[in-house]
């Protein structure tokens, strides 16, 4: 098992997905871009991993090639125990459908020609799911139903561009559960909803993990969102394209230790102008975020990280260490001087 994972000692079922040492180099006009560098990561059978991070930071890169559209330049991404690039064909295609991609964008990721009957259809009748339109039909009302377009029936003669955001991404989910998956993931699929829609497309999401048992590889740049849908699962949190921490997500929201983390926690909006003031927010030396063809030596938060000791930190690459109980980070000063005490305000659940 991973060296990032967290488990019990008798701990023996196999990860459903794993992503061992997976590094991904785009060759370009500047040079080779590292966008995943080298990243351990596991998903097990019903259970949600959180991977967090500002845009560019390589999340969607490392969801692409968990999910087989891109294949690593070096490290290795096994489902079920098996790597996936020395799968034959017949089961690569097997692994394809046991793992579903939902787009972050609902107004693209819908065919606008298709009806939304053949849109849920198409993959039922193609990978012989169901046999005839009927039965094909009943079953898109049944998809409908569970991600919570009813009557279903209405919907079955509509178009894309009559529904709203939140129903178009619904749509999404419902055509992801086409193929009875193993593994979701969700690549920012609520960022483009409204507040209110958002809550309920997660709400729908959770039920599906629990009924369903399906397993999540949820995506998202907001610690808040991970902290509603994956509170009983881990957060990996992603910074140009490295893993800087990891651990229960509890742990991760309640008491974070990498400084690069601690940001993203106090970048969540605060609604309670005596408790924002009371925080203890942490000031970034600078707001810009280095080009990946030209990242700092060192760590690469470093330019930007209000612990940053010069001498120590713009010298070697930290490694991802334990720094408390189940939970790592890739920081030379937290390494050295310990995870320290949680925040006051912020118990560990």
């Known amino acids: 098992m991973s060296a990032l994972e967290e488990a019990p000692v008798a701990e023996t079922r196999t990860p459903l997905m794993t992503l061992d040492g997976v590094s991904q180099v785009f060759d370009t006009k500047a040079g ?9 990561l596991s998903v097990n059978p019903g259970e949600v991993l959180c991977l967090v991070g500002e845009s560019g930071s390589g999340k ?35 692994f394809r459908r046991s793992v579903q991609y939902v787009h972050q964008d609902p107004y693209a990721s819908l065919n606008p020609t298709r009806t939304i009957q053949q849109t849920i259809t198409a993959p039922l009748l193609k990978h012989g799911v169901v046999k005839g339109s009927k039965a094909a039909a009943e079953k898109a009302v049944e998809l409908l139903t569970k991600v919570d377009l009813t009557p279903a029936e209405n919907f079955l003669p509509k178009y894309p561009h009559q529904l709203s955001g939140g129903q178009r ?17 969700a690549d920012e699929s609520t960022s483009m909803l409204d507040v209110s829609i958002r809550i309920s497309v997660l709400a729908m999401l959770g039920r599906l993990r629990d009924d369903l048992g399906v397993g999540f590889l949820f995506i998202t740049h907001d610690l808040a969102i991970a902290k509603y849908f994956g509170w009983n699962g881990k957060t990996a949190v992603m910074y140009l394209g ?39 927010r942490e000031t970034l030396r600078s707001l810009e975020i280095p080009s990946l063809a030209h990242l ?26 334990e720094v408390r109980s189940g939970q790592s980070a890739a920081c030379h000063v937290v390494a050295r001087d310990g995870a320290g005490e949680v925040r006051p305000d912020e118990p560990v659940a």
């Open 242 to 280: 490295r893993i800087v921490e990891f651990g229960p997500t509890p742990k991760i929201i309640n008491a974070p230790t990498h400084p690069y983390t601690r940001a993203l926690i106090d970048a969540i909006p605060e609604p309670d102008p005596d408790l924002t003031k009371t925080k203890g």
């Open 60 to 94: 969607t890169t490392a969801a692409r090639m968990a999910a087989g559209l891109a294949r690593p330049t070096s490290g290795r991404v096994a489902f079920d125990g098996t790597d996936i690039w020395s799968m034959k064909r017949n089961d690569f295609g097997a």
């Open 296 to 321: 700092p030596g060192g760590c690469s938060f470093h330019p930007r990280c209000p612990q940053f000791e010069d001498g120590l930190c713009d010298g070697v690459v930290p490694e991802l260490v």
């Open 32 to 40: 080779p871009i590292r966008a995943v560098d080298g990243i351990n």
């Open 169 to 185: 991404q619904r749509v999404a989910v419902a055509r992801a559960l086409t193929l009875d998956p193993k593994l979701i993931i």
